[in-house]
Structure formats: C-alpha cells, structure tokens
C-alpha cells in the first residue's frame, strides 16, 4: 500500500498553492507535514485526498491512477482541527456511522465499533451524546469514527491545535500507537516542531507551498538540507549570523573564532551563514571553548520553567531558550555563549554546507 505523488502542483487563481511536489507514503508509516500557517499543509492534504484536483502531476494509490477520482471513492479518512461529531447520536452511533452508509452488516459494525472504541479509551462513553464528554474524548470519537471505516490513508490536519496542554500532550503520545494497529498510511499535519519530533515517523517539511525535506523526522530535524529547512525544524527558529571560514578557523562577527574541525576543515575558505538553535544560547560559560556574543536584551518570556530571552545582535534578532527563570533588565547589554559544536553553517545559497557536530554524533 503506498500513496505517491508525481510532479504534484494546485494553483488558484493565479497563485501557487503548491508547486511541483513528489512525494512517497508507505504502508504503516506515520507521515508529518511540519510548517507554518499557510506554508500548503491543508492544500496538500486536500490533493491527497481528492477533494481538490491538481493542475499538474498525479497521485497514485498502490500504483494506480487515482488524480480524477473524487474522494467518496477512495479509501480516505480525515479529521480536522475543528473536530465533528453528530450532537444528537452517541458516541456509538457517531463511530457506527461511516460502516451504516457503506451498508455493513449489524454484527459487522458492533465488533468494530467496539474493537474501535475499545482502541481509544471510549466504551465507558459509547452510551453518551458527544457534548456530554471532554474535548479530548470528543476528538478521539472523531478519530474514532476516521479509524473505524478502515481507511488506507488516514489525514489528521492539526487535530490537536484546539485543545489544552495536557490532551495534547495525551494524545500525541497515544496516536502513535492507534496507527502502528492500524497499519494505514497517516499524515499529520502541524505547525509544532516538537510535535513532529514526539509523532517521530518521517516529516516533510513546507515553506510557501514547497517542500523542502522529507525523510526520518530526527533526519531532518539534525541534518536539515537548507536554512529554511532548519528555520521551519526549529520552534523559536534557528538563529543565524554571517561567518567567514579562513584557514583552519571560523570568524565570527563579534571578533570571536573557532577551529575549523571535521565537516568544517574540508570547506573552502570564504563567507558563509552560522545557525544555531534557540536553546543552545546560554547565559553562561558552561564549556571552556564557548563563544561570547554581546546582545541588547528587548524582551523576555517566562513559562515557569524556562526564559526566553529575544536579543538584538548588531541589528540581527535572535532569540534564547534559558533554563530557569531569570530576572533580567531590558534594554540592557546581556552576554550570551554558544558552543561551536551547536553551530550549522550555510552557503550563500541557503543550502546546508556543515551540519553542526552535535547533530552528527547523535
């Protein structure tokens, strides 16, 4: 069972939704498309699913043609971020309810309802009407009612974006586990580094309707292909600033340098861009070879257990991710350190030159 996208393109009105995509799904796998708002996740999605016809290319299901087919022919289940139930039935007959339109028989439809709920924690609730139950047990009813129907390829766009920490967190953790059951081909969009990283499976990655990595999420998370690959990857994103590569040493903008080690020593001398991600600035020496950057500090974010810190570096902002909570005065000069071992560098073109060390021992 694989789904593949060849040459796949949706333009609207003269805008391009997505350009020329190629994609490969296979059977089992959880598949996540990581990106910003309005980065072409859903548009994706709705190509995928056949609720919009491309312009260009096509989409084969296990190797058949499948571009003109409307999506009430395929075997595809989704489930939106504004999660839907019927209000008026139960639980059991919200999930019951795609087997009764495809005409099952009654004892079919029990035995799977019930192994279906029995898989997302909901027979205690099968008798209850969907606005008597929690927000997380409504969305699993929703994917209940997704799973139930058997679907080859399941799309869950941004399912948990409506709901509190903790059911986020709940769910993230249980919806790997539905699919590996399942055995279908699930696609899961977000705009949530950290949550490609807990789904795990493979992520593609999208910026202005393109896609500019897929492979294994921690892959692409480590050894992003471009800056934006590694921007996207990267909640604050990454943080970037010009370097110069002369001899056997790094030259930083504030004056500060480091030995070209590894992946490093085989660049060409010349200008390149260092990244590094947010929580890899520290607010202290903690390694001895450990670079110091003085920033203006412009605004500072408590979340209880860690600071983010937003800095004006010479006019590039960048931002920190501190453990613990600081009490830090703004507008003032603050010192920050970076390992080398933390830093990416890019050419000119965006494209990934070196990954950083860390990245390559992991």
């Not at 058949?64 to 504004?82: F, L």
């Not at 055995?183 to 393109?210: D, H, S």
């Not at 692409?220 to 921007?231: E, G, K």
């Amino acid at each position: 069972m694989t789904l593949k996208l060849d040459g796949v393109s949706k333009v609207v009105n003269g805008q391009v939704h997505i350009h020329p995509t190629d994609l490969s799904l296979e059977k089992g796998t959880m598949n996540v498309l990581l990106g910003p708002t309005l980065s072409g996740k859903t548009s994706l999605m709705r190509l995928m699913a056949g609720l919009d016809v491309p312009n260009a290319g096509r989409i084969l299901w296990n190797g058949d043609d499948v571009t003109g087919i409307r999506v009430q022919s395929r075997n595809v289940a989704m489930v939106y971020q504004q999660f839907i139930n019927y209000p008026s039935m139960s639980v059991y007959d919200n999930i019951a309810s795609p087997l009764r339109l495809m005409g099952k028989p009654k004892a079919e439809i029990d035995a799977a309802v019930h192994k279906t709920a029995e898989l997302m924690k909901l027979t205690p609730m099968l008798g209850r009407k969907p606005l008597e139950l929690s927000g997380g047990q409504q969305q699993r009813c929703a994917l209940a009612r997704a799973l139930v129907k058997g679907a080859g390829l399941v799309l869950l766009d941004e399912p948990l974006a409506n709901l509190d920490y903790k059911l986020r967190e709940e769910l993230r953790v249980e919806i790997p586990k539905i699919f590996e059951e399942s055995g279908a081909i699930f696609v899961y969009a977000t705009t949530e580094p950290e949550e490609a990283l807990l789904l795990g499976g493979n992520t593609a990655t999208l910026w202005e309707g393109r896609v500019t990595q897929f492979g294994p999420t921690p892959d692409v998370y480590r050894r992003p292909v471009d800056a934006i690959t590694a921007r996207v990857f990267s909640d604050p994103p990454m943080n970037f600033l010009q370097v110069s590569k002369t001899g056997n040493k790094l030259l930083f903008g504030d004056g500060q340098s480091a030995p070209a080690v590894g992946k490093l020593a085989e660049i060409p001398d010349g200008r390149y861009t260092a990244g590094f991600r947010p929580n890899h600035l520290e607010i202290g020496k903690h390694t001895a070879d450990a670079m110091k950057f003085v920033t203006r500090l412009t605004v500072t974010e408590l979340t209880g257990s860690e600071t983010f810190v937003h800095l004006d570096h010479h006019g590039e902002r960048w931002v920190g991710l501190i453990h613990g909570v600081h009490d830090l005065p703004l507008g003032a000069d603050l010192e920050v350190f970076l390992d080398p071992r933390h830093v990416y560098v890019f050419g000119e073109d965006g494209a990934l030159v070196a990954p950083a060390a860390y990245a390559l021992a992991a």
